[in-house]
C-alpha cells in the first residue's frame, strides 16, 4: 500500500476544505430525526451538490466528480473535520447506489441517481421485517406478478429514514414455493406515498423517529423498479451487504473527527487521569482503522472483491463508535447524558450499531467461518 497522495489527490483535498470552510453552517442543524431537521438537511445536501459534492466518487453524468474511491475516503477526512452536517441522503448514496452500479439498468441509474444526489427523493432502506432481521433470509413480505408490475404486502420495521423520506428499497418473496428461504426474493424500489403504503414512526429512546415500521397493503410497483432479475434478490443484497459493512458506511474520517473532538473535550475537562487511556485508544483506534481502510481500499482498486473481511470493519467501528462516545459522557457527566447534545445524540445511535447493517454476533459467525476458517457451531 502506497500512502503518498498524489498531486492531483493533494489539489482535490484542498479544493474541498476551502469549500466546507466557506459552506459548512456555523451553527448545527437540528437533528435530521425531526421532521423540521429532515428538511434543513435535504436543503444542506442540495447545497452540496450545487458544486457536486455530495458523491465525489460517482460519474459526472450522475452528479459526481469522477474522483474514485482515494477522492472519496479525502473527501470524508475533510467533510468530517469540519463539522458538517449528517447526511440524511446516506441510505440512497451508500446501498442502493452501489447496488445500482452493479445491478441496474442504464435507465434506473439515469432516473434514480441525480435526485438522489441532490436530497430530491431521499430513501429509506426496508429490509428488515417483524421476524426477519439478522436472518433476513426468512423475511415474509411478497410481492405478486400483476400486469405491469408487481403488487407488494406485508411489513417492515426499523426502516432507517422512513418517517420522513420518499422511497425506500428492499427484498420481497415472489416465489413461495422454492426449496431454501434465500431462493425466491426479489430486489425493489418503492414510493413511499404510494396507495397502500402506511408509514408508522418508531421512537428512538430520546423520543425522535429514527425509524419507522411500513405497512403495505398491495402497494404498484411497475417493472422498471425491480433491480435485477426477479428471484436473485439474495445474490444482490449481498452485494449491497458487502457494500454496507465495507468501505462504504462508515469512512474514518467520521472517527478520526470524532477522536479528536474527545480529545479536545478531555482537554478541556482539566485532561483527567481516569479517562486518559480511553482518550488514547480512540486516537490510536481511529489512526488504525483509517490505515485499515486504506489498505483494503488499495486491494479493491487492485482488483480484489470486498469479500468476508468486512465484517471485521462492522465489528470494528460499530464497538469502537459506543466506546468513544461513553468516554466523552463520562467526561461531561450528567450535563452530557441528559441534555440534547451532540455527544448524547450520537451515543444514542451508536447504541444500534451493533445491531444494524447485520448483528455483530452474525458477523462474528462470517470471520470465524470465513476468514479464519474455523468449523461451523451449533445453531
Partial sequence: MDLAFTQAEDAFRAEARA????????????????????????????????????????????????????????????????????????????????????????????????????????????????????DLASLRSRAVRTEGGWLLSGQKTWSSRAAFADRAFGLFRTDPDTPRPHQGLTYLMFD???????????????????????????????????????????????????????????????YLAAAERLHTLWRTQGSPRDTRDRVADALIGARAYQLFTYAA????????????????????????????????????GEEGEFADTEWAERYVFALAGPIYAGTNEIQRDIIAERVLGLPKGRR
Fill in 297 to 332: 481500499a488499495s486491494r479493491f482498486l487492485d482488483g480484489d472483491a470486498l469479500g468476508p473481511e468486512s465484517s471485521l470493519n462492522k465489528v470494528f467501528w460499530s464497538e469502537y463508535d459506543i466506546a468513544l462516545t461513553e468516554t466523552a459522557l463520562d467526561l461531561l
Fill in 19 to 134: 469549500w466546507l470552510r466557506a459552506h459548512v453552517p456555523a451553527a448545527p442543524l437540528p437533528s435530521l430525526e425531526t421532521e423540521e431537521g429532515f428538511a434543513a438537511h435535504r436543503a444542506w445536501e442540495a447545497e452540496l451538490a450545487a458544486d457536486r459534492w455530495p458523491v465525489v466518487n460517482w460519474p459526472t453524468a450522475y452528479g459526481g466528480r469522477d474522483a474514485g474511491l482515494i477522492g472519496w475516503l479525502l473527501f470524508e477526512e475533510e467533510y468530517y473535520a469540519a463539522g458538517a452536517p449528517g447526511r440524511v441522503s446516506q441510505n440512497g448514496i451508500s446501498l442502493l447506489a452501489p447496488t445500482l452500479f452493479d445491478h441496474g439498468t442504464p435507465e434506473q441509474r439515469a432516473r434514480v441517481l441525480p435526485p438522489m444526489a441532490t436530497g430530491e427523493t431521499v430513501w429509506a432502506q426496508a429490509w428488515s421485517e417483524p421476524e426477519a432481521g439478522s
Fill in 192 to 254: 413511499l406515498r404510494a396507495a397502500g403504503v402506511t408509514v408508522r414512526p418508531i421512537r428512538r429512546l430520546d423520543g425522535k423517529p429514527a425509524f419507522a415500521e411500513l405497512f403495505l397493503d398491495e402497494v404498484f410497483v411497475p417493472d422498471a423498479d425491480v433491480i435485477g432479475a426477479p428471484g436473485q434478490g439474495w445474490r444482490i443484497a449481498m452485494s449491497a451487504a458487502g457494500n454496507e459493512r465495507g468501505l462504504m458506511l462508515r469512512s474514518p474520517g467520521r
